[in-house]
């Protein structure tokens, strides 16, 4: 059983995802299916969900006959992947007859760059999958991610939450705190797509520590999507493909704030 991955785009989407999981929990698990990749984890303080789906198709090659799910320690696979240089291609290796362990390869043709071998050490994990319920959202829109990782870095240095007012005219992002506060405004018009629900003004509230690890994945793909409803989870999601395939995606719930 086993994938490879050879284009360098998806190489580093791969493992720049994998590397930065370990700033919302030190073990996952990762479900590898007939028809592809699937993740899912809770944060350690019940804030922050993530899911994590790649198809068969997204791999250069995909080998997995039947259901295995691994106990992966983020940790670890973050110094793993910490190794990958530009020109390598990755295979992992799962023998069942080992069964607690994993095999990670790095290989090159250009004999500048060295070939790379690991053993990872599994984990044992049970963890059950949520069921995460279908919502319509009240606001939803796309924006650049460069432009939104480089927003929610800037709000967190002047404050620990973030306010969103939403309504069919503008969109506010602000954060207050003891160093002053920020308000950034955007134009609907400077966005790559919107949409509300007609007559709908939306303020909501959510914490910038957690909502800029979530940022940290806009070096990923070009633009983030974005959804808002009224007491439920603030929904982003970023495409891993150029048609926006819902099989091929990191989607990042964050639990809204309220006042005491």
């Not at 308000?183 to 509230?205: G, H, M, T, Y």
Request: with cysteine.
């Amino acid at each position: 059983m086993n994938l490879t991955i050879q284009d360098p785009t998806k190489l580093y989407t791969f493992t720049y995802i994998l590397q930065n999981i370990k700033s919302l929990n030190d073990f996952v698990e990762i479900h590898f299916k007939p028809d592809g990749l699937y993740m899912q984890t809770l944060d350690s303080s019940k804030i922050t969900i993530v899911e994590f789906k790649l198809s068969n198709k997204w791999f250069d090659g995909y080998d997995f006959g039947e259901n295995v799910a691994m106990g992966i320690n983020t940790n670890i696979i973050s110094k793993i992947f910490s190794t990958y240089q530009k020109g390598h291609s990755m295979t992992i290796t799962y023998d069942p007859e080992q069964g607690d362990t994993l095999d990670i390869a790095f290989t090159c043709e250009d004999k500048n760059v060295l070939n790379k071998e690991f053993t990872m050490p599994l984990v044992d994990l049970d963890e059950e999958q949520m069921s995460i319920p279908e919502n319509e959202s009240t606001a939803q829109f796309s924006i650049s991610s460069a432009n939104f990782g480089n927003i929610i870095n800037q709000l967190f240095n002047f404050g620990e939450s973030i306010e969103i007012n939403c309504n069919e005219e503008n969109i506010d992002f602000t954060s207050n705190g003891d160093n002053g506060s920020m308000k950034v405004k955007i134009d609907i018009d400077d966005l790559n797509e919107f949409a509300i629900v007609e007559d709908s003004s939306l303020e909501l509230r959510y914490s910038l520590q957690y909502l800029n690890k979530i940022a940290v994945y806009s070096k990923i793909c070009k633009n983030v999507e974005i959804n808002l409803t009224e007491n439920y989870p603030l929904q982003i999601n970023y495409y891993l493909d150029d048609e926006n395939n819902e099989n091929n995606l990191l989607k990042l719930f964050l639990a809204p704030q309220y006042d005491d």
